[in-house]
Structures are given as structure tokens and as C-alpha cells.
């Protein structure tokens, strides 16, 4: 257990009322007119290095939206480089028009050719990165004063080394990852020891299991709940994401769930249904022209935790500054997020965004990588934390060490201690989609026997690694 950490999440009061521990990062009221100061103030240091002669060439950037770049990064590449021409290549319609989005990006940068590509599909990074179509940063960071590999969160830069190659193929300025966050009152009301770093998912779900309350009100206490886990397969996903397991291998075509591992696995999830310490909840959002939304309203409803009918959840630090976290009404902590069993500094939930990426055949290297230099150095660290992170369009937490100590809040040491779990390599195949359906479903019925005893863990596996073979080998042989 780390002691450090733990000694940060204690709980406080003060005149009665109730204080958030000291590791916990206080709700932040936006307040435009410090923002826009604290931007002028860093932005003011920089203009000297961006007054070089500007290219007559304007600089072709893909980002995700047009109206997303303007809305988020606009202002800053205005402020830092004056002048700078700059070509907007919108890749908003990936997801939407049908088709690998994938191969959609791959052809949509052959077409337009752009010098620049700001990522926030990771997968889309990685597989790019394996296709050579992104320049290797390492020679360029090794010639540079502002960014070395040693300035960012080691764990960043494992994701973004992830590829076949091991090479960089883009920087980020930014990341948010999950902690395990807790109900102090509940923890105190039912007389159980409050959580610990290190604990891994069974850990906590064995904990979960001793808040069960007797009856069917819908009010109860329950041990564990997660916004947006409303069945068992979301559950089981998120324990294996933890643990590094993989549930099929697209590459090989073959249902990968018949190992000690996942029957491990299985017997935490039906124990902890079984027994009443995870409590999942219907997703209720408007649904537009086949989109489901979700306001703040229906948010708020989804959260059991910040409603105090959970003890204990798991959620991005950059969560905990939204405006649904200001006006929680018990004390509550904070501790290392679900580690994996077989490396106790590992875990899930780690995401870095936006990436910047240079395009390989770019005749503008030079300015791209200026502007990558920029948008991961040492100043937009510090006018991160003076406008707390994701609003101003990035991640929470900002990628540097020294954003350790710019943040002044303790529970960030324990972030940037954590390392990203061993994640498996999905291949980009085609499949058709109904898969993404039928096999989810398969699962959920299968553990659901499991759970009424009608089966076996090893029963209700076996069923899962033979129909879903079946379903698997039908999904592939239409998507061909």
C-alpha cells in the first residue's frame, strides 16, 4: 500500500460542516476574466519565439471539428504565433459516413495531405503510427531545449511509444486518468475501514459487498456504482481492460475467454452480483435523428455517487471539476484507481488527448514541429493549471512533471506515480457491426445464469467461447 497517498486522503471537518480531504481537487467556479488573464499574462512571454517570418504556406491541420478547433485551440495558436496561416481540415464525419474510421482518416490525409494531425481517436493514433504514416518525433526532441522525454508523465509517453516500432509518433499536452472515489459518511455510517491505493478490482468489489442493505428500495445503499456500466458485460469489460485480458482477437478471428483468467474474472463478477455490491442503472438520454444525447439533467440522474447512494465509484479526475461535482453534500476521498493483480502500479483508465502529430511527406516540418513545441512546452503547463484544465479544451491533467506542483493539489502526485495497464492490440478488421450487438448479449445472458445458479462459471464460460465463435465467424464472413 502507499502510505504517501493514503495519508493524503484523510477526511476533515471544520465549524461542523463537512470539508473535502486535502488530495481532493476543490470544484472550481469558471470565471472568464481570470482566465483570459492568466492566458495574456503566460501567452505575453512567448511572442518574441513566435516572431520569426511566418510561411507563405499556410499550415494544413486535421482536427476533428472545424467548429471544435475554433471553439477550444483557436485563440491560442492566434496568440503564440501571429500571423501564421492556417489551413482547417475537418475529419468530423469519420464516425458518421460509414466505414472503418480508420481507413477513413488514412484516405482523408492521402487526399488532403495536411502537416499536422491533432488526434483524440488514441486507436486511430496507434494504428497510424503502425502504418507509417507519421513522423517518428525522437531525433527532433533530442534537439530540442523545451521538450524532452524525461519533461511528461512516464505513463504518457509509454501509451504514445505503443506501437510496433516502440518510435514517438506525436506528443500531448494533456490526459485525464481514473481514481477511486468514496463516500467518507457511508464508509463511517456502516463502520468499514475507508480504501486503500493499491486495491485491485476484486478487492473492491469485496468491499462493495458489505454495504448491501436489505429490501428493494430503489434508494439504497450500494457499495459500488460506475456512471454508464449498466450491465454486466460493461462491468466485465472495464475488469478486463484492468487486467490486460482481451475477449476475442479479431486478428485471429477466435473468442479468446476459455483461459484461468477469465474464469477468475467470472467468479469476482458473479460473486459480487450474487451479492449485491454493484448496482448498474438504465441510461435515459434524448435520442436525435438516431443519436442518443445526454444533458447535464440526465447526467445527474446517472450518478449514484454524487447522489450519495453509493459508497464508492470510479471516474476521470477531470469529472471532479464539472459543474454536477460543486454542490456534493458529504465528505468525501480519494485513492490510487483498480490495479492489476499482476503489477500493482498498473491500471485502466489513463487517456491522452489531443495528440499532435507530424504527417510523413510534409514539406512543413519545421513550422509543424514549432507549433508542437509550443502546445506541449513548459508554458502551456502553467496556463493549464491557471484555467484548470479541460476548460480550455484539453485534458485535465497536463502532461508534465511539473505540473505535479503548478496543480498544488496533492492527489495529482499519486496520478503521475500511476502507470497505464498492459492494453491488447485490436486489429482493424472488417466485421459486421451486429456482432457489436449479439456478443454483448450472449455474455450478459450467460452470466446471468450464473448468477441464478442455472450454471457454472466454467459452464457459462464454455457457452460463451462456443456461440460466440459462432457469432464471431458469421460477423467476419459478412463483413468480408
Known sequence: MNTQMSKHSSISRQGGKATRSASVPRARRFNWHVMLLAVCLLLSGCMGAASEPIPATPLKIAYSSEEMFNSQLRDYFDAAFPGLPVELISADDLYTSGGDPQVRMRQLIDQEKPDLVLFTDYGMYRQLSDDGVLVDLATRMRDSEEVKEESFHPGVMELLKDNETGGLFGLSPSFD?????????LFEEFGIPLPQDGMTWQDILLLSERFKTEGTNPDKVRGYHQMWLRTPYDLMLTIAATEGLQEYDLGRGQITMSTPSWEALFDTLVDVYKKGGFAGKERVGEVRDGVTYYGPEETAQADLFAQGKAAMTVAPYGMMNASNRKNIAFDWGIVAPPVSSSDRMRSSGMYTYPIFSMVAGSEQHDQAWEVIQYFNGSRMA?????????????????????????????????????????QPV????????????SFPALVNREIEEAVRDAKSVQEALATIQ???????????????
Not at 496543480?407 to 499519486?414: F, K, L, N, Q
Open 177 to 185: 486518468a481514473y481514481s477511486l472515489y468514496y463516500n467518507a459518511d
Open 382 to 422: 502553467k496556463i493549464h493549471a491557471a484555467v484548470a484544465g479541460e476548460q480550455y479544451g484539453m485534458g485535465a491533467l497536463s502532461s508534465r512533471v511539473e505540473f505535479v506542483q503548478l496543480s498544488g493539489d496533492p492527489a495529482v502526485e499519486g496520478i503521475f506515480r500511476q502507470l497505464p495497464a498492459q
Open 426 to 437: 485490436y486489429a482493424s478488421v472488417p466485421l459486421d457491426v451486429s456482432f457489436y450487438e
Open 466 to 480: 462456443q456461440e460466440g465463435q459462432f457469432l464471431l465467424d458469421a460477423a467476419l464472413k459478412a463483413g468480408e
